[in-house]
């Protein structure tokens, strides 16, 4: 008896494994088969997400951004700075900040009276409300802290690049009252820098 060896080469293994190797095909005739037995199930559900998102827009308060710009009157050390970014944008900043100082947005609420708007908290919480606070349950919270914190939510300052202005952006349910709360927003902000 004899041994017969032979040697098989590297592609030769490849070739046989590639030959048992099947690509599989697309069966597009079971997939539309599949989505036809499905049909009822895609339409519910589809039908489902678009009533479920008319009833949300519906339901939900429209919301009303009043708009306003201001110029920076920036310190004379940032201007002279001009030509350094990194001055000139702190400077910026610092403003930015004092557009959202308590001082400010205490002139906002005293102005327009928020702290008895009731889109800021001023409204009335109920007998229910003022008897569970009479009895101490319940804590009672300022109408001004109120008005403080939902003011707080409503305005937003965003900086314009490459110039000294800021947009000064105020959101609420009441086209008149955003409008109002910028204007006496930026007044504020100006009052406060002439007086410093």
Same mark, same amino acid.
């Given at each position: 008896r004899?041994? &017969?060896?032979?040697?098989?080469?590297?592609?030769?293994?490849r070739?046989?494994y #590639?030959?048992?190797?099947?690509?599989?095909?697309l069966?597009? $005739?079971?997939v539309?088969?599949v %989505?036809l037995?499905?049909?009822? @199930?895609?339409?519910a559900v589809?039908? #489902?997400c678009?009533?479920?998102?008319?009833v949300w !827009?519906?339901? /939900?308060a429209?919301?009303?951004? *009043?708009?306003g =710009?201001?110029?920076l009157?920036?310190?004379?050390q940032?201007?002279?700075?001009? +030509?350094?970014p990194?001055a000139?944008?702190?400077? !910026?900043?610092n403003? !930015?900040s004092? #557009?959202?100082?308590?001082?400010?947005?205490?002139?906002v609420?005293?102005r $327009?009276?928020l702290?008895?708007?009731?889109? @800021?908290?001023?409204?009335?919480k +109920?007998?229910? @409300?003022?008897? %569970?606070?009479?009895? +101490?349950?319940?804590? &009672?919270?300022?109408?001004h802290?109120?008005a403080?914190?939902? %003011?707080?939510? *409503? !305005?937003?300052?965003?900086?314009?690049?490459?110039?000294?202005?800021?947009?000064?952006?105020v959101?609420t349910?009441?086209? $008149?009252? /955003?409008?109002?709360v910028a204007?006496?927003?930026?007044d504020?902000?100006?009052? $406060? =820098?002439?007086?410093?």
């Open positions: 004899r041994d &017969v060896c032979m040697s098989i080469s590297d592609n030769d293994r070739d046989a #590639l030959s048992r190797i099947q690509v599989p095909a069966d597009v $005739e079971g539309a088969a %989505l037995r499905r049909a009822a @199930f895609i339409a589809t039908a #489902l678009a009533a479920l998102s008319l !827009i519906l339901l /939900s429209p919301k009303y951004v *009043a708009s =710009q201001i110029l009157d920036l310190p004379a940032v201007t002279a700075d001009a +030509g350094k990194e000139s944008a702190a400077g !910026i900043d403003q !930015i004092a #557009l959202t100082l308590r001082s400010v947005l205490d002139k609420i005293a $327009e009276k702290d008895t708007d009731p889109l @800021f908290g001023g409204k009335s +109920g007998i229910l @409300f003022t008897l %569970l606070a009479g009895v +101490g349950l319940v804590p &009672v919270t300022e109408p802290a109120v403080l914190r939902q %003011l707080n939510r *409503a !305005i937003s300052i965003a900086r314009n690049p490459d110039s000294n202005t800021v947009n000064v952006d959101v349910p009441d086209r $008149e009252t /955003s409008a109002r204007n006496a927003a930026m504020s902000y100006v009052e $406060e =820098q002439r007086r410093a």
